[in-house]
């Protein structure tokens, strides 16, 4: 099933393009319905709080038709993928059979890797996007206000990454270069040696996790913000009820959120 070139992930999406779209065009209608719960969830506390339960249908509607398409996508996904780490399994195994066990295994290891970035890392990065794109659209139709504000906020966030981005990448950096030398300290076999370079991860990491307190802090910082600002623009400026607050607090959490 895959060719004599590298296995990549272009690779991996050639060879198994229609089962890894479909896959995906699972997720996309299960993120989008989960995206709009909460609208319907506004829509149903209104229509109670009038004594009329067609808005409660629909909800309930929409999560049914949301645990079918979810329980589809599992059920699915796991089987697809399955199929995608047993066929590079196969071919890795084909291509080393010269070379030493112990480098066979790592290879191995890596393939799964690349199954693991297509079944996991890639799709909740789609997730994301849909989620940020639904709240925007559904912000905007309430406010154009409430959408600017959420977009701000994004933006804002944005500028906050980068900004730390020189030094993520110089911590990282290091963190990997101390590893690498890890191999040929075990070799030493001197206990002070590798007490030095556990020490020296143990810094890195502990920077690491610093840094990523601070961004991590500015950013629910500019949540909160975004959130007490939408609430309070929308009760003092618009004609609202009580499910279009719950939505478009929901909607404002989730549009950071989902940027994160």
Do not use: C
């Not at 084909?94 to 890596?110: D, E, H």
């Not at 139709?141 to 504000?149: E, G, K, M, R, T």
């Amino acid at each position: 099933m895959l060719n004599n070139g590298p296995l990549t992930v272009l690779a991996l999406l050639r060879a198994f393009r229609w089962r890894i779209s479909f896959t995906w065009l699972l997720i996309l209608i299960e993120v989008a319905l989960t995206a709009l719960v909460p609208l319907f969830i506004g829509f149903a506390i209104d229509g109670l709080l009038a004594n009329d339960t067609d808005a409660l249908f629909q909800l309930m509607a929409v999560l049914a038709v949301l645990i079918v398409v979810s329980v589809i996508r599992r059920a699915y996904d796991t089987r697809v993928f399955g199929t995608v780490r047993v066929e590079m399994g196969k071919t890795q195994a084909a291509r080393a059979t010269n070379l030493p066990v112990s480098t066979l295994n790592a290879r191995l290891g890596m393939g799964r890797e690349l199954a693991d970035f297509l079944e996991a890392d890639l799709p909740l990065a789609m997730t994301s996007l849909v989620q940020v794109i639904i709240s925007v659209i559904v912000l905007y139709i309430f406010d154009p206000v409430l959408a600017l504000a959420g977009a701000s906020a994004v933006a804002t966030m944005l500028a906050i990454y980068s900004l730390s981005h020189d030094r993520f990448y110089r911590l990282n950096g290091q963190l990997n270069q101390q590893t690498e030398r890890q191999v040929g300290i075990l070799e030493t076999r001197k206990s002070q040696s590798l007490s030095t370079h556990l020490t020296r991860l143990r810094r890195i990491e502990v920077r690491i996790s610093d840094t990523e307190s601070i961004v991590y802090g500015a950013i629910f910082v500019v949540l909160l913000g975004l959130v007490v600002f939408n609430l309070w623009y929308a009760t003092a400026n618009l004609t609202i009820t009580s499910g279009t607050i719950f939505s478009i607090v929901t909607y404002s959490w989730e549009l950071v959120d989902g940027a994160l």
